[in-house]
């Protein structure tokens, strides 16, 4: 059984920084793509930032330049920087990840549990 478990974010004024980070465990024979969403209240769930195993970034142009993408192949860790923070990024942010179980041919997307990240303005 594979788990994701996020950590980080919370509130920040505008303008100011978050760090958030989400933690892949189980039996994990690889990940592939990293990815970051978000959910704004009445808002659809959008793509914030993915990275593939051979770290290619991309970013939604909303948050081009200001957010920073990174990974840990060994530690099946993903990272996501967040500067220059604005009230329209306040939403719940969720991570995923393409991961191939040990003992399986093929790889399925798994969600972490959401963190608040809120930007006061």
């Known amino acids: 059984q594979v788990q994701l478990v996020q950590s980080g974010g919370g509130l920040a004024q505008a303008g100011g920084s978050l760090d958030l980070s989400c933690a892949a465990s189980g039996s994990i024979l690889r990940v592939y793509t990293w990815g970051w969403y978000r959910q704004a209240p009445g808002q659809q769930r959008e793509l914030v930032a993915q990275i593939t195993r051979g770290a290619v970034e991309t970013y939604q142009d909303s948050v081009k330049g200001r957010v920073t993408i990174s990974r840990d192949n060994v530690l099946n860790i993903v990272y996501l920087r967040m500067n220059s923070l604005k009230p329209e990024d306040t939403a719940v942010y969720y991570c995923?990840?393409?991961?191939?179980?040990?003992?399986?041919?093929?790889?399925?997307?798994?969600w972490g549990q959401g963190t608040q990240v809120t930007v006061s303005s």
């Open positions: 995923t990840a393409d991961v191939q179980p040990i003992d399986h041919d093929t790889y399925r997307t798994y």
